[in-house]
Protein backbone atom coordinates (compact mmCIF):
# COMPACT_ATOMS: atom_id res chain seq x y z
CA UNK A 1 0.00 0.00 0.00
CA UNK A 2 1.25 3.25 -0.90
CA UNK A 3 1.64 6.01 1.60
CA UNK A 4 -1.29 8.21 0.28
CA UNK A 5 -3.66 5.39 0.75
CA UNK A 6 -2.75 4.66 3.68
CA UNK A 7 -3.15 8.21 4.82
CA UNK A 8 -6.71 8.17 3.40
CA UNK A 9 -7.53 4.90 5.91
CA UNK A 10 -6.18 7.19 8.57
CA UNK A 11 -7.90 10.27 8.09
CA UNK A 12 -10.78 8.28 7.29
CA UNK A 13 -10.56 5.93 10.89
CA UNK A 14 -9.97 9.27 12.26
CA UNK A 15 -13.21 10.92 11.21
CA UNK A 16 -15.27 7.84 11.91
CA UNK A 17 -13.67 8.08 15.13
CA UNK A 18 -14.80 11.64 16.44
CA UNK A 19 -18.36 10.66 14.92
CA UNK A 20 -19.20 7.41 16.46
CA UNK A 21 -17.79 8.18 19.54
CA UNK A 22 -19.24 11.46 20.27
CA UNK A 23 -23.62 12.51 20.04
CA UNK A 24 -24.88 11.98 17.76
CA UNK A 25 -23.52 8.91 16.51
CA UNK A 26 -22.53 7.80 19.82
CA UNK A 27 -26.27 7.20 20.65
CA UNK A 28 -27.00 3.94 18.56
CA UNK A 29 -24.50 1.66 20.31
CA UNK A 30 -25.08 3.26 23.52
CA UNK A 31 -26.26 0.39 25.41
CA UNK A 32 -24.85 -2.05 28.42
CA UNK A 33 -25.94 -5.35 26.69
CA UNK A 34 -24.40 -7.54 24.83
CA UNK A 35 -21.27 -7.44 27.32
CA UNK A 36 -18.39 -7.96 25.14
CA UNK A 37 -15.40 -9.97 27.06
CA UNK A 38 -17.45 -8.57 30.35
CA UNK A 39 -17.49 -5.26 29.39
CA UNK A 40 -20.51 -3.08 28.51
CA UNK A 41 -21.15 -2.88 24.94
CA UNK A 42 -19.98 1.28 24.99
CA UNK A 43 -17.30 0.46 26.68
CA UNK A 44 -16.01 -2.06 24.19
CA UNK A 45 -17.15 -0.13 21.21
CA UNK A 46 -14.90 2.70 22.62
CA UNK A 47 -11.57 -0.14 22.75
CA UNK A 48 -12.61 -0.99 19.80
CA UNK A 49 -12.04 2.18 18.08
CA UNK A 50 -8.92 2.85 20.43
CA UNK A 51 -7.45 -0.15 18.83
CA UNK A 52 -8.77 0.55 15.28
CA UNK A 53 -7.09 3.89 15.01
CA UNK A 54 -3.76 1.91 16.22
CA UNK A 55 -4.00 -0.47 13.83
CA UNK A 56 -4.40 2.27 10.61
CA UNK A 57 -1.14 4.04 12.35
CA UNK A 58 0.40 0.78 12.29
CA UNK A 59 -0.20 0.28 8.38
CA UNK A 60 0.51 3.91 7.79
CA UNK A 61 4.10 4.03 9.03
CA UNK A 62 4.52 0.41 7.88
CA UNK A 63 4.18 2.48 4.28
CA UNK A 64 6.32 5.11 5.44
CA UNK A 65 8.98 3.04 6.51
CA UNK A 66 8.95 1.46 3.32
CA UNK A 67 8.46 4.62 0.93
CA UNK A 68 11.85 5.61 2.80
CA UNK A 69 13.69 3.07 2.41
CA UNK A 70 12.57 2.70 -1.73
CA UNK A 71 13.58 6.38 -1.51
CA UNK A 72 17.02 5.99 0.28
CA UNK A 73 18.13 3.01 -2.24
CA UNK A 74 17.22 5.36 -4.98
CA UNK A 75 19.36 8.32 -3.90
CA UNK A 76 22.33 5.72 -3.08
CA UNK A 77 22.01 4.23 -6.60
CA UNK A 78 21.40 7.65 -8.32
CA UNK A 79 24.74 8.94 -6.43
CA UNK A 80 26.18 5.69 -7.46
CA UNK A 81 25.50 6.50 -11.22
CA UNK A 82 26.18 9.77 -10.69
CA UNK A 83 29.65 9.04 -9.84
CA UNK A 84 29.89 6.74 -13.28
CA UNK A 85 28.91 9.29 -15.52
CA UNK A 86 30.77 11.71 -13.76
CA UNK A 87 34.03 9.62 -14.65
CA UNK A 88 32.78 8.71 -18.34
CA UNK A 89 33.49 12.53 -20.01
CA UNK A 90 36.78 12.24 -18.08
CA UNK A 91 37.54 9.40 -19.46
CA UNK A 92 36.74 10.32 -22.59
CA UNK A 93 38.93 13.62 -22.53
CA UNK A 94 41.92 11.32 -21.93
CA UNK A 95 41.31 9.35 -24.90
CA UNK B 1 6.74 -5.28 61.95
CA UNK B 2 3.75 -3.14 61.85
CA UNK B 3 1.53 -3.16 58.58
CA UNK B 4 2.04 0.49 57.25
CA UNK B 5 5.55 -0.01 58.31
CA UNK B 6 6.08 -2.81 55.21
CA UNK B 7 4.66 -0.65 52.96
CA UNK B 8 6.45 2.01 53.54
CA UNK B 9 9.52 0.16 52.94
CA UNK B 10 8.05 -1.06 49.94
CA UNK B 11 7.26 2.39 48.64
CA UNK B 12 11.42 3.27 49.79
CA UNK B 13 12.62 0.63 48.20
CA UNK B 14 10.48 1.86 44.97
CA UNK B 15 11.78 5.82 45.48
CA UNK B 16 15.28 4.33 45.92
CA UNK B 17 14.86 2.45 42.41
CA UNK B 18 13.75 5.57 40.96
CA UNK B 19 16.46 8.00 42.57
CA UNK B 20 18.63 6.05 41.09
CA UNK B 21 18.04 5.52 37.97
CA UNK B 22 17.61 9.38 37.38
CA UNK B 23 20.67 10.04 38.83
CA UNK B 24 22.29 7.27 36.62
CA UNK B 25 20.69 8.77 33.37
CA UNK B 26 22.34 11.86 33.49
CA UNK B 27 25.53 10.22 32.28
CA UNK B 28 24.47 9.52 29.09
CA UNK B 29 23.81 12.87 28.12
CA UNK B 30 26.52 16.21 27.28
CA UNK B 31 25.88 18.85 29.89
CA UNK B 32 24.74 21.72 27.24
CA UNK B 33 21.24 23.36 27.36
CA UNK B 34 20.11 21.03 24.52
CA UNK B 35 21.21 18.04 27.16
CA UNK B 36 19.60 19.15 30.14
CA UNK B 37 15.96 20.03 28.28
CA UNK B 38 16.15 17.59 25.07
CA UNK B 39 18.20 15.05 25.70
CA UNK B 40 20.73 16.12 22.52
CA UNK B 41 17.90 14.53 20.57
CA UNK B 42 18.75 11.15 21.19
CA UNK B 43 16.06 9.11 23.07
CA UNK B 44 14.99 6.03 21.19
CA UNK B 45 11.53 4.47 21.15
CA UNK B 46 11.48 2.74 24.51
CA UNK B 47 12.25 5.96 26.13
CA UNK B 48 9.61 7.78 23.72
CA UNK B 49 7.02 5.42 23.91
CA UNK B 50 7.18 5.19 28.04
CA UNK B 51 8.03 8.87 28.43
CA UNK B 52 4.93 9.47 26.43
CA UNK B 53 2.39 7.54 28.15
CA UNK B 54 3.38 7.77 31.45
CA UNK B 55 3.82 11.80 31.49
CA UNK B 56 0.02 11.04 29.88
CA UNK B 57 -0.80 9.01 32.13
CA UNK B 58 -0.87 11.16 35.85
CA UNK B 59 -2.10 10.68 39.44
CA UNK B 60 -5.45 11.95 38.18
CA UNK B 61 -5.61 8.64 36.10
CA UNK B 62 -4.55 6.19 39.13
CA UNK B 63 -7.21 8.12 42.05
CA UNK B 64 -9.36 10.17 39.68
CA UNK B 65 -9.84 8.03 37.14
CA UNK B 66 -11.56 5.14 39.42
CA UNK B 67 -13.40 7.99 41.29
CA UNK B 68 -14.93 9.46 37.99
CA UNK B 69 -16.11 6.22 37.01
CA UNK B 70 -17.40 5.09 40.47
CA UNK B 71 -19.52 8.87 40.71
CA UNK B 72 -20.03 9.22 37.82
CA UNK B 73 -20.54 6.42 35.42
CA UNK B 74 -19.90 6.24 31.66
CA UNK B 75 -18.97 9.78 32.14
CA UNK B 76 -15.70 8.68 32.59
CA UNK B 77 -15.16 7.00 29.60
CA UNK B 78 -14.62 10.33 27.85
CA UNK B 79 -11.50 10.41 29.34
CA UNK B 80 -10.91 6.92 27.07
CA UNK B 81 -12.33 8.74 24.49
CA UNK B 82 -10.26 11.13 23.99
CA UNK B 83 -6.66 10.61 24.01
CA UNK B 84 -6.42 8.80 20.58
CA UNK B 85 -8.07 11.54 18.89
CA UNK B 86 -5.24 14.03 20.65
CA UNK B 87 -2.63 12.15 19.91
CA UNK B 88 -3.15 11.53 16.37
CA UNK B 89 -2.05 15.23 14.73
CA UNK B 90 1.25 14.33 16.81
CA UNK B 91 2.30 11.92 14.20
CA UNK B 92 2.01 14.22 11.44
CA UNK B 93 3.14 17.44 14.00
CA UNK B 94 5.83 16.05 15.94
CA UNK B 95 8.10 14.44 12.97
CA UNK B 96 8.21 18.15 11.65
CA UNK B 97 8.67 19.71 14.47
CA UNK B 98 11.67 17.97 15.39
CA UNK B 99 13.51 18.39 11.79
CA UNK B 100 13.05 21.71 12.58
CA UNK B 101 14.61 21.74 15.78
CA UNK B 102 17.51 19.81 14.25
CA UNK B 103 17.66 22.35 11.79
CA UNK B 104 17.33 25.68 13.86
CA UNK B 105 18.01 23.93 17.03
CA UNK B 106 14.63 24.61 18.85
CA UNK B 107 14.37 22.78 22.03
CA UNK B 108 10.94 24.28 23.34
CA UNK B 109 7.66 24.43 21.27
CA UNK B 110 7.12 28.03 21.86
CA UNK B 111 11.04 28.41 20.45
CA UNK B 112 9.06 26.75 17.57
CA UNK B 113 6.36 29.02 17.23
CA UNK B 114 8.45 32.74 17.63
CA UNK B 115 11.29 31.04 15.16
CA UNK B 116 8.52 31.16 12.89
CA UNK B 117 6.62 34.82 14.42
CA UNK B 118 9.39 36.35 15.72
CA UNK B 119 8.62 38.30 18.56
CA UNK B 120 9.65 38.87 22.33
CA UNK B 121 5.98 39.23 23.35
CA UNK B 122 4.58 36.16 22.25
CA UNK B 123 7.38 34.58 23.60
CA UNK B 124 6.68 35.22 26.99
CA UNK B 125 2.96 35.07 26.33
CA UNK B 126 3.65 31.68 25.62
CA UNK B 127 6.08 31.02 28.81
CA UNK B 128 3.19 32.27 30.88
CA UNK B 129 0.87 30.75 29.84
CA UNK B 130 2.55 27.43 29.80
CA UNK B 131 4.10 28.26 33.82
CA UNK B 132 0.58 28.94 34.83
CA UNK B 133 -1.40 25.68 33.08
CA UNK B 134 1.90 23.86 34.89
CA UNK B 135 1.92 24.94 38.61
CA UNK B 136 -1.33 23.89 39.47
CA UNK B 137 -1.58 20.39 37.47
CA UNK B 138 1.78 19.88 39.20
CA UNK B 139 0.16 20.48 42.28
CA UNK B 140 -2.38 18.12 41.88
CA UNK B 141 -0.12 15.61 41.46
CA UNK B 142 2.31 16.12 44.72
CA UNK B 143 -0.81 15.87 46.46
CA UNK B 144 -1.87 12.98 44.85
CA UNK B 145 1.44 11.29 46.42
CA UNK B 146 0.58 12.44 49.73
CA UNK B 147 -3.24 11.35 49.67
CA UNK B 148 -1.97 7.47 48.73
CA UNK B 149 0.84 7.83 50.97
CA UNK B 150 -1.20 8.87 54.12
CA UNK B 151 -4.03 6.47 53.09
CA UNK B 152 -2.06 3.77 52.67
CA UNK B 153 0.27 4.14 56.41
CA UNK B 154 -3.52 5.00 57.65
CA UNK B 155 -2.11 8.56 58.78
CA UNK B 156 1.29 7.46 59.80
CA UNK B 157 2.93 9.31 57.22
CA UNK B 158 0.97 12.48 56.73
CA UNK B 159 0.05 14.15 53.72
CA UNK B 160 2.52 16.85 53.59
CA UNK B 161 5.58 14.50 54.76
CA UNK B 162 4.63 11.66 52.06
CA UNK B 163 4.23 14.65 49.02
CA UNK B 164 7.55 15.91 50.14
CA UNK B 165 9.28 12.40 50.28
CA UNK B 166 7.94 11.77 46.56
CA UNK B 167 8.98 15.28 45.27
CA UNK B 168 12.53 15.47 46.97
CA UNK B 169 12.99 12.11 44.70
CA UNK B 170 11.68 13.98 41.34
CA UNK B 171 13.51 17.27 42.19
CA UNK B 172 16.84 15.74 43.07
CA UNK B 173 17.06 13.82 39.41
CA UNK B 174 15.25 16.27 37.20
CA UNK B 175 18.47 18.56 38.90
CA UNK B 176 20.64 16.56 38.29
CA UNK B 177 19.89 14.94 35.07
CA UNK B 178 17.03 16.96 33.27
CA UNK B 179 14.96 15.52 30.41
CA UNK B 180 17.73 12.03 30.37
CA UNK B 181 16.26 11.23 34.01
CA UNK B 182 12.13 12.06 33.13
CA UNK B 183 12.52 9.92 29.86
CA UNK B 184 14.48 6.86 31.92
CA UNK B 185 12.73 7.13 35.17
CA UNK B 186 8.90 7.40 32.97
CA UNK B 187 10.10 4.07 31.68
CA UNK B 188 10.59 2.43 34.98
CA UNK B 189 7.43 3.97 36.55
CA UNK B 190 5.63 3.37 33.13
CA UNK B 191 6.38 -0.49 33.50
CA UNK B 192 5.13 -0.30 37.42
CA UNK B 193 1.90 1.80 36.99
CA UNK B 194 0.87 -0.36 33.96
CA UNK B 195 1.49 -3.60 36.18
CA UNK B 196 -0.32 -2.32 38.79
CA UNK B 197 -3.35 -1.35 37.02
CA UNK B 198 -3.33 -4.46 35.29
CA UNK B 199 -3.51 -6.64 38.25
CA UNK B 200 -5.28 -4.69 40.55
CA UNK B 201 -7.91 -3.86 37.47
CA UNK B 202 -8.46 -7.81 37.42
CA UNK B 203 -8.08 -8.76 40.75
CA UNK B 204 -10.19 -6.55 42.40
CA UNK B 205 -13.10 -7.42 40.20
CA UNK B 206 -12.68 -11.16 40.09
CA UNK B 207 -11.99 -10.86 44.22
CA UNK B 208 -15.28 -8.95 45.43
CA UNK B 209 -17.51 -10.45 42.06
CA UNK B 210 -16.36 -13.04 40.51
CA UNK B 211 -15.14 -11.58 37.48
CA UNK B 212 -15.49 -8.78 35.57
CA UNK B 213 -18.49 -9.51 33.43
CA UNK B 214 -20.49 -11.13 36.72
CA UNK B 215 -19.90 -7.48 38.21
CA UNK B 216 -20.94 -5.49 35.36
CA UNK B 217 -24.05 -7.66 35.34
CA UNK B 218 -24.47 -7.31 39.00
CA UNK B 219 -24.42 -3.05 38.38
CA UNK B 220 -26.61 -3.33 35.55
CA UNK B 221 -29.70 -4.54 38.06
CA UNK B 222 -29.10 -1.74 40.48
CA UNK B 223 -27.23 1.25 38.62
CA UNK B 224 -27.57 1.13 35.11
CA UNK B 225 -27.85 4.69 35.14
CA UNK B 226 -23.76 4.12 35.56
CA UNK B 227 -23.52 2.22 32.16
CA UNK B 228 -24.16 4.38 29.53
CA UNK B 229 -23.18 7.77 28.22
CA UNK B 230 -23.23 10.37 29.03
CA UNK B 231 -23.63 9.82 32.65
CA UNK B 232 -23.29 12.16 35.43
CA UNK B 233 -22.13 15.27 36.49
CA UNK B 234 -20.20 15.11 40.02
CA UNK B 235 -23.16 15.79 41.75
CA UNK B 236 -25.17 13.00 40.51
CA UNK B 237 -27.45 14.54 37.81
CA UNK B 238 -27.23 13.06 34.24
CA UNK B 239 -24.39 14.85 32.24
CA UNK B 240 -25.19 16.76 28.78
CA UNK B 241 -24.57 15.37 25.43
CA UNK B 242 -22.98 18.69 24.75
CA UNK B 243 -20.57 18.87 27.59
CA UNK B 244 -19.75 15.14 27.17
CA UNK B 245 -18.63 15.84 23.31
CA UNK B 246 -17.02 19.12 23.44
CA UNK B 247 -15.56 17.79 26.59
CA UNK B 248 -13.95 14.95 24.28
CA UNK B 249 -13.00 17.43 21.45
CA UNK B 250 -11.87 19.85 23.22
CA UNK B 251 -9.66 17.47 25.44
CA UNK B 252 -8.30 16.24 22.19
CA UNK B 253 -7.18 19.49 20.36
CA UNK B 254 -5.69 20.59 23.55
CA UNK B 255 -3.84 17.23 24.30
CA UNK B 256 -0.13 17.48 22.36
CA UNK B 257 -0.66 21.49 23.11
CA UNK B 258 0.68 20.63 26.48
CA UNK B 259 3.98 21.99 26.02
CA UNK B 260 5.60 19.54 28.49
CA UNK B 261 4.30 16.83 26.15
CA UNK B 262 4.84 18.91 22.89
CA UNK B 263 8.59 19.63 23.87
CA UNK B 264 9.33 16.07 23.75
CA UNK B 265 9.15 16.15 19.66
CA UNK B 266 12.37 17.12 20.01
CA UNK B 267 14.21 14.44 22.13
CA UNK B 268 13.56 11.88 19.74
CA UNK B 269 16.47 10.38 17.90
CA UNK B 270 14.52 10.49 14.51
CA UNK B 271 11.28 10.62 12.32
CA UNK B 272 10.45 6.94 12.79
CA UNK B 273 10.74 7.03 16.44
CA UNK B 274 8.32 9.88 16.99
CA UNK B 275 5.86 8.17 14.18
CA UNK B 276 6.09 4.87 16.09
CA UNK B 277 5.93 6.52 19.61
CA UNK B 278 1.92 7.85 18.29
CA UNK B 279 1.32 4.31 16.95
CA UNK B 280 1.87 2.63 19.79
CA UNK B 281 0.65 5.10 21.59
CA UNK B 282 -3.09 3.20 21.94
CA UNK B 283 -1.69 0.54 23.64
CA UNK B 284 -0.95 2.56 26.51
CA UNK B 285 -4.53 4.44 26.00
CA UNK B 286 -6.18 0.91 26.90
CA UNK B 287 -4.32 1.01 30.42
CA UNK B 288 -7.54 2.96 31.27
CA UNK B 289 -9.71 -0.25 31.30
CA UNK B 290 -8.33 -1.53 34.00
CA UNK B 291 -8.51 1.94 36.29
CA UNK B 292 -11.95 2.20 35.38
CA UNK B 293 -12.77 -1.67 36.63
CA UNK B 294 -11.58 -0.50 39.69
CA UNK B 295 -13.49 1.88 39.87
CA UNK B 296 -16.11 0.05 38.72
CA UNK B 297 -15.91 -2.46 41.50
CA UNK B 298 -16.55 0.34 44.57
CA UNK B 299 -19.92 1.13 43.39
CA UNK B 300 -21.40 -1.75 44.90
CA UNK B 301 -18.81 -1.84 47.74
CA UNK B 302 -20.39 -1.61 51.10
CA UNK B 303 -18.79 1.10 52.58
CA UNK B 304 -18.12 4.29 50.66
CA UNK B 305 -15.12 6.31 50.78
CA UNK B 306 -14.19 10.02 52.14
CA UNK B 307 -14.38 11.37 48.29
CA UNK B 308 -14.57 9.44 45.27
CA UNK B 309 -11.40 9.92 44.84
CA UNK B 310 -10.64 7.67 47.96
CA UNK B 311 -12.50 5.03 46.47
CA UNK B 312 -9.10 3.31 45.26
CA UNK B 313 -6.59 3.31 48.50
CA UNK B 314 -10.23 2.88 50.19
CA UNK B 315 -11.04 -0.48 48.78
CA UNK B 316 -7.04 -1.84 49.18
CA UNK B 317 -7.36 -0.88 52.41
CA UNK B 318 -10.55 -2.78 53.00
CA UNK B 319 -10.64 -5.79 50.46
CA UNK B 320 -7.59 -7.02 53.17
CA UNK B 321 -5.19 -7.79 50.34
CA UNK B 322 -1.29 -8.83 51.19
CA UNK B 323 0.75 -6.28 52.67
CA UNK B 324 3.33 -6.36 49.97
CA UNK B 325 0.07 -5.72 46.99
CA UNK B 326 -0.44 -2.70 49.06
CA UNK B 327 2.76 -1.63 49.02
CA UNK B 328 3.01 -2.23 45.45
CA UNK B 329 -0.29 -0.06 44.81
CA UNK B 330 0.91 2.88 46.52
CA UNK B 331 4.33 2.79 44.56
CA UNK B 332 2.37 2.42 41.27
CA UNK B 333 0.30 5.33 42.46
CA UNK B 334 3.38 7.05 43.35
CA UNK B 335 4.61 6.21 39.62
CA UNK B 336 1.58 7.83 38.22
CA UNK B 337 1.79 11.23 39.99
CA UNK B 338 5.84 11.26 39.64
CA UNK B 339 6.16 10.43 36.16
CA UNK B 340 3.88 13.14 35.25
CA UNK B 341 5.33 15.59 37.99
CA UNK B 342 8.94 15.58 36.94
CA UNK B 343 7.85 15.92 33.28
CA UNK B 344 6.14 19.09 34.51
CA UNK B 345 8.65 20.22 37.03
CA UNK B 346 11.57 19.83 34.50
CA UNK B 347 9.11 21.79 31.52
CA UNK B 348 8.53 24.29 33.57
CA UNK B 349 12.05 25.80 34.53
CA UNK B 350 13.18 24.76 31.06
CA UNK B 351 10.23 27.09 29.61
CA UNK B 352 10.32 30.01 31.98
CA UNK B 353 14.37 30.32 31.19
CA UNK B 354 14.30 30.09 27.38
CA UNK B 355 11.10 31.17 26.17
CA UNK B 356 10.11 33.97 29.28
CA UNK B 357 14.21 34.84 30.25
CA UNK B 358 16.40 34.42 27.41
CA UNK B 359 14.49 36.83 24.97
CA UNK B 360 15.01 40.14 27.41
CA UNK B 361 18.25 39.07 29.04
CA UNK B 362 21.74 37.18 27.14
CA UNK B 363 22.28 33.85 28.61
CA UNK B 364 25.08 31.53 28.04
CA UNK B 365 24.48 28.10 28.02
CA UNK B 366 26.12 27.72 31.88
CA UNK B 367 23.77 30.09 33.04
CA UNK B 368 20.97 28.86 31.37
CA UNK B 369 21.37 25.55 32.99
CA UNK B 370 22.00 26.69 36.44
CA UNK B 371 18.86 28.78 36.09
CA UNK B 372 16.84 25.77 35.04
CA UNK B 373 18.40 24.25 37.91
CA UNK B 374 17.26 27.14 40.62
CA UNK B 375 13.72 27.37 39.27
CA UNK B 376 12.72 23.26 39.58
CA UNK B 377 13.87 24.13 43.12
CA UNK B 378 11.40 27.02 43.06
CA UNK B 379 8.61 26.25 41.19
CA UNK B 380 8.70 22.94 43.24
CA UNK B 381 8.44 24.24 46.61
CA UNK B 382 5.61 26.93 45.15
CA UNK B 383 3.75 23.95 43.98
CA UNK B 384 4.27 21.86 47.45
CA UNK B 385 3.49 25.19 49.01
CA UNK B 386 -0.02 25.59 47.38
CA UNK B 387 -0.36 21.56 47.89
CA UNK B 388 -0.18 21.96 51.87
CA UNK B 389 -1.71 25.27 52.56
CA UNK B 390 -3.55 26.79 50.03
CA UNK B 391 -5.24 23.90 47.27
CA UNK B 392 -8.31 25.69 46.47
CA UNK B 393 -6.66 28.94 45.35
CA UNK B 394 -5.31 26.64 42.74
CA UNK B 395 -8.94 24.90 41.53
CA UNK B 396 -9.89 27.99 38.93
CA UNK B 397 -6.46 28.00 37.34
CA UNK B 398 -6.63 24.30 37.03
CA UNK B 399 -10.00 24.92 35.42
CA UNK B 400 -8.53 27.62 33.05
CA UNK B 401 -5.67 25.49 32.51
CA UNK B 402 -7.13 23.38 29.70
CA UNK B 403 -8.85 25.89 27.50
CA UNK B 404 -5.89 27.97 27.66
CA UNK B 405 -3.69 25.24 26.55
CA UNK B 406 -5.97 25.13 23.47
CA UNK B 407 -5.28 28.19 22.66
CA UNK B 408 -1.81 27.32 21.62
CA UNK B 409 -3.10 25.03 18.77
CA UNK B 410 -3.66 27.62 16.37
CA UNK B 411 -0.10 29.64 16.84
CA UNK B 412 1.42 25.98 16.50
CA UNK B 413 -0.69 24.91 13.53
CA UNK B 414 -0.44 28.39 11.52
CA UNK B 415 3.32 27.60 12.31
CA UNK B 416 3.48 24.41 10.59
CA UNK B 417 1.03 24.54 7.89
CA UNK B 418 -0.22 28.11 7.17
CA UNK B 419 2.70 30.02 4.80
CA UNK B 420 -0.19 33.59 5.16
CA UNK B 421 -0.06 33.57 9.12
CA UNK B 422 2.02 36.90 10.17
CA UNK B 423 3.53 37.60 13.53
CA UNK B 424 0.55 39.79 14.57
CA UNK B 425 -2.32 38.15 13.63
CA UNK B 426 -1.22 35.03 15.35
CA UNK B 427 -0.56 37.28 19.01
CA UNK B 428 -3.76 38.91 18.14
CA UNK B 429 -5.89 35.72 17.93
CA UNK B 430 -3.95 34.41 20.94
CA UNK B 431 -4.79 37.49 22.99
CA UNK B 432 -8.42 37.42 21.82
CA UNK B 433 -8.55 33.29 22.58
CA UNK B 434 -7.15 33.31 25.93
CA UNK B 435 -9.66 36.52 26.74
CA UNK B 436 -12.64 34.47 25.62
CA UNK B 437 -11.26 31.38 27.46
CA UNK B 438 -11.87 33.59 30.48
CA UNK B 439 -14.94 35.26 29.38
CA UNK B 440 -16.92 31.85 29.13
CA UNK B 441 -15.24 30.65 32.00
CA UNK B 442 -16.65 33.38 33.91
CA UNK B 443 -19.81 33.90 32.33
CA UNK B 444 -20.81 30.20 31.56
CA UNK B 445 -24.37 30.33 31.38
CA UNK B 446 -23.63 32.53 27.99
CA UNK B 447 -21.99 29.03 26.54
CA UNK B 448 -24.23 27.70 23.54
CA UNK B 449 -25.27 23.73 24.58
CA UNK B 450 -22.84 24.02 27.49
CA UNK B 451 -19.75 23.44 25.00
CA UNK B 452 -16.52 23.63 26.37
CA UNK B 453 -15.24 26.99 26.60
CA UNK B 454 -11.89 25.99 25.42
CA UNK B 455 -13.60 24.97 22.03
CA UNK B 456 -15.61 28.45 21.58
CA UNK B 457 -12.02 30.37 22.44
CA UNK B 458 -10.26 28.64 19.39
CA UNK B 459 -12.85 29.42 17.20
CA UNK B 460 -12.82 32.83 18.45
CA UNK B 461 -8.99 32.87 18.33
CA UNK B 462 -8.97 30.91 14.89
CA UNK B 463 -11.06 33.78 13.39
CA UNK B 464 -9.27 36.17 14.81
CA UNK B 465 -5.84 35.43 13.87
CA UNK B 466 -7.18 34.53 9.99
CA UNK B 467 -8.81 37.73 9.84
CA UNK B 468 -5.56 40.18 11.51
CA UNK B 469 -3.09 37.63 9.18
CA UNK B 470 -4.90 38.41 5.61
CA UNK B 471 -4.95 42.51 6.55
CA UNK B 472 -1.02 42.24 7.96
CA UNK B 473 1.57 42.38 5.46
CA UNK B 474 2.31 39.07 4.12
CA UNK B 475 6.16 37.18 5.69
CA UNK B 476 9.31 36.25 3.24
CA UNK B 477 8.39 33.51 1.35
CA UNK B 478 11.75 32.21 2.09
CA UNK B 479 10.75 31.87 5.99
CA UNK B 480 8.16 30.77 5.52
CA UNK B 481 8.88 27.74 3.11
CA UNK B 482 11.55 26.79 5.88
CA UNK B 483 9.00 26.03 7.58
CA UNK B 484 5.74 25.09 5.92
CA UNK B 485 7.21 23.50 2.70
CA UNK B 486 10.96 22.44 3.65
CA UNK B 487 10.07 20.99 6.80
CA UNK B 488 7.96 18.37 5.36
CA UNK B 489 10.09 15.77 4.28
CA UNK B 490 13.80 14.96 5.56
CA UNK B 491 16.56 16.35 3.44
CA UNK B 492 17.38 14.47 0.33
CA UNK B 493 21.19 14.81 1.37
CA UNK B 494 21.00 12.71 4.65
CA UNK B 495 19.53 9.95 3.06
CA UNK B 496 22.41 9.54 0.79
CA UNK B 497 24.72 10.05 3.59
Same mark, same amino acid.
Given at each position: ?????????????????? !?????????????????????????????????? !??????????????????????????????????????????? | ???????? %?????????? =?????????????????????????????? +???? &?????????????? &?????????????????????????????????? %??????????? =???????????????????????????? =????? #?????????????? @??????????????????????????????????????????? /?????????????????????????????????????????? +??????????? @???????????????????????????????????????????????????? #???????? $???????????? %???????????????????????????????????????????????? /??????????????????????? =?????? /????????????????????????????????????????????????????????????? $????? $??? #?????????????????????? #???
Amino acid at each position: MNVRAARRIVFGLLGMYA !VFLTWPGVVPVNRIRPLVFGLPFIMFWIVLWVLL !VGAGFVLLNAAETRAESRAQTRAASGAASGAATGAQPRGKGGA | MERWQVIT %GVVLAYLGVT =LAIGLAAGRRVSSSVAGYVAADRQFGLLAM +YFIT &GATIFSAFAFLGGP &GWAYSRGAAALYIMSYGVLGIAPWYFLGPKAGRL %GRRFGFVTQAQ =LVVGRFPSRTLSILLAVVSVAAFVPYLM =LQMSG #AGIVFSAVTEGHVP @FWLGAALAYAVVVTYVLSSGVSAVGWTNVFQGIFMLCVAWALG /LYIPIQLYGGVGAMFERIAEVRPDLLTLPGLTGTGRPWSWGA +YSSAILASALG @FIMWPHLFMKSFTARDDATMRRTVMLFPTFQIFLVPVFLIGYAGVLFPSPPA #APDFILPH $MILETGLPVLVV %GLFCAGALSASMSTGDALLHAAASVAVEDGLRPVRRLNDTQQRFLMRV /LVVVIGGIAFWFAIVQQQTLVWL =LLTAYG /LVCQLAPPVYAALYWQRATTRGVLAGLAAGIAANVFFLVRADLRPFEVHEGILAVVINVLV $MTTAS $MLD #APQAPAHTRAFVVEAAAEPRAS #AVV
